[in-house]
């Protein structure tokens, strides 16, 4: 009766006006009729995305890339049981073995004929693995005992979201230029050793179809501009900084003068970094200024809020997952009574333009809606995919990458920070100083920019990684990159190497006081660790509008690592061209 249902529905669909969307409805019905050792399909979903990207760098005004690419990327995956018990969740979910005919990337010139071919090879490869995995999957059963009964996949209404593809076209020239003229900046800054430009730009369309009836086609565009640099302390200590702008479309990015002036900035603060004191070891107030305090919301919240469900494993080898901070906290208060946290997908900035989390449809074919997270400082909700999890059944839409055992991961979008009581950002500053000499402290800190998407490079994240996880905490938090000390008369001074040590989400509750003034912070986020920029595969836009905020005591201190040897020859002049 089930099969004979979804067949119906995809049968039943309106006339879908897009060829690849057609093709998948035609391949998604006949394929409900394939069957192995007893086994039949009860679920299956086509997606593709198919676009193009230009990417393009430069140094010292010099270019180093600049191409541009096409493809097509198909994404397909066959559940066989049921909704109760399926081939899914297990160690064993997609481990394909035998040989393969199908294509991980198509033609980019297919037609409707080709379409339907790499679709049956697929689906033929993907639902042969389903089978052996479900196998697999009993007999491990027989050998556990599951503290909880969880079903594999929550069942979804069907959902029709069909959007017009905009017309953009690149432009290689005007890119190339400007990477190439804002590279050129840094060679007024001798100190920074290395530094680049990086442009990408991609035009995408996702297509998404399953046997329930859903059909998706949504425009996936993305420009980021990316400015990274590099310097060295007269210790041997590195040092590093960075920019990043993200939009749906290149004129969405700010404009040359604003970048000019970004860079400007950034650069003078590595430089003098360089000859900035050590940090030592604090626990006190910590004012978390602007753009921080949207990193560390982001990583506080982020991952905490998805919680995640160990796949069945053999006896004796479970699978470790990092846990929630949050899980059980359902009704608890996280943060301060006069704080409410909202995941809107459909938020908009004060001048009506869409903010960078923004989107129509989760990659599992669920339509999101805006989703209260805390409210009076109280936990509401979690991001949620159809992956049922301990207290929750059905998806909430926040299936925004792939994630791993057949399951999506769960991310946000927009997350908005809200502060009903709150005081100007220069009276925050004012109450920061007020509190330390209350407690008899010689200075505050102030964090002004965090690490985070981490810009390290692999081999330094690792040992990042290895130093954080040192400093206490299952989810630690990632390096801050610009940290003042603060006086009691107000006085600055620019401190280096400095981490915080068992910095988490319990935090929050101790929040003193935050701005009237609120700041928009768009990133990259991906699966990864610190969503190191680069790693993962797959990326997804966010964004976090937050007040600056004060916390009542944080712990920093400073790591003790080996630092590499300083070079001994001085580099070469850089002579800045006419």
């Known amino acids: 009766m089930l099969l004979v249902g979804a067949a119906s529905v995809a049968k039943g669909q309106a006339k879908l006006d897009d060829p690849i969307l057609e093709a998948m409805r035609d391949e998604l019905d006949r394929s409900l009729r394939l069957r192995i050792a007893g086994e039949t399909p009860y679920y299956i979903e086509y997606a593709l995305e198919q676009g193009s990207n230009l990417n393009c760098s430069a140094t010292l005004g010099g270019l180093l890339l600049s191409r541009t690419s096409s493809y097509r990327m198909p994404r397909v995956q066959v559940r066989v049981g049921n909704y109760d018990f399926d081939n899914t969740n297990c160690v064993y979910t997609g481990m394909v073995r035998g040989a393969r005919f199908d294509n991980e990337n198509w033609p980019l010139e297919a037609d409707n004929n080709q379409i339907r071919q790499d679709l049956w090879l697929a689906t033929d490869r993907n639902y042969k693995a389903a089978v052996e995995t479900l196998s697999l999957k009993r007999a491990a059963m027989k050998n556990i005992n599951q503290a909880e009964k969880l079903n594999d996949f929550a069942k979804q209404a069907p959902a029709l979201k069909i959007l017009p593809i905009p017309k953009l076209k690149f432009d290689e020239k005007r890119s190339n230029d400007r990477v190439r003229s804002l590279s050129a900046l840094f060679t007024a800054y001798p ?21 329930e009836g859903t059909f998706a086609r949504t425009p996936e565009n993305l420009v980021s501009l990316r400015v990274r640099a590099e310097a060295l302390a007269a210790d041997g200590t590195p040092l590093r900084d ?41 626990s006190g107030p910590v004012l978390f200024e602007k753009e921080a305090a949207g990193q560390l919301l982001a990583q506080l919240f982020g991952g905490n809020l998805s919680p995640l469900r160990a796949p069945i494993s053999e006896p004796g080898r479970p699978v470790n997952l990092p846990p929630s901070d949050l899980e059980g906290r359902i009704g608890s208060r996280i943060m301060p009574e006069y704080f409410e946290v909202t995941d809107d997908p459909f938020a908009k900035d004060a001048q009506g333009r869409r903010l960078f989390g923004c989107y129509e449809i989760d990659m599992e074919g669920v339509i999101p809606k805006a989703l209260p997270i805390v409210t009076k400082g109280t936990l509401k909700n979690f991001f949620l995919t159809r992956q049922p999890v301990r207290g929750f059944e059905g998806s909430n839409g926040r299936a925004r990458l792939p994630g791993s055992f057949g399951a999506s991961s769960a991310l946000m979008s927009n997350l908005i920070v809200k502060a009903n009581e709150s005081v100007p950002l220069a009276q925050l500053k004012a109450k920061l100083l007020e509190t330390i000499k209350q ?135 850089i002579e800045i061209a006419k």
Do not use: W
């Open 191 to 211: 100190k920074i050793l290395d530094s680049r430009v990086e442009y990408e730009e991609g035009l995408a369309t996702a297509y998404f179809g399953n046997t």
């Open 242 to 282: 960075y920019l990043t702008f993200h939009a749906f479309e290149a004129v969405g990015l700010p404009s040359d003068a604003q970048l000019t002036a970004a860079i400007h900035e950034m650069a003078k603060r590595l430089t003098d970094l360089c000859d900035a004191p050590l940090g030592e070891s604090y």
């Open 439 to 573: 407690r008899n402290k010689p200075y505050g800190i102030i964090v002004r920019k965090i690490d985070f998407p981490s810009s390290a490079s692999i081999g330094e994240f690792r040992r990042l990684a290895s130093m954080l996880q040192a400093g206490g905490g299952t989810r630690p938090v990632a390096l801050p990159l610009a940290t003042y000390k603060v006086y009691p008369d107000g006085r600055e001074e620019l401190i280096r190497g400095m981490r915080f040590r068992g910095l988490a989400v319990r935090a929050m509750r101790d929040i003193l006081a935050a701005s009237t003034e609120t700041h928009q912070y768009d990133l990259l986020v991906n699966t990864y660790p610190l969503a190191l920029m680069g790693a993962g595969g797959f990326v997804t836009g966010a964004t976090v509008v937050s007040p600056s905020l004060l916390f009542d005591e944080v712990d920093m201190d400073r790591p003790q690592e080996e630092r590499p040897s300083a070079p001994v020859v001085p580099p070469p002049p």
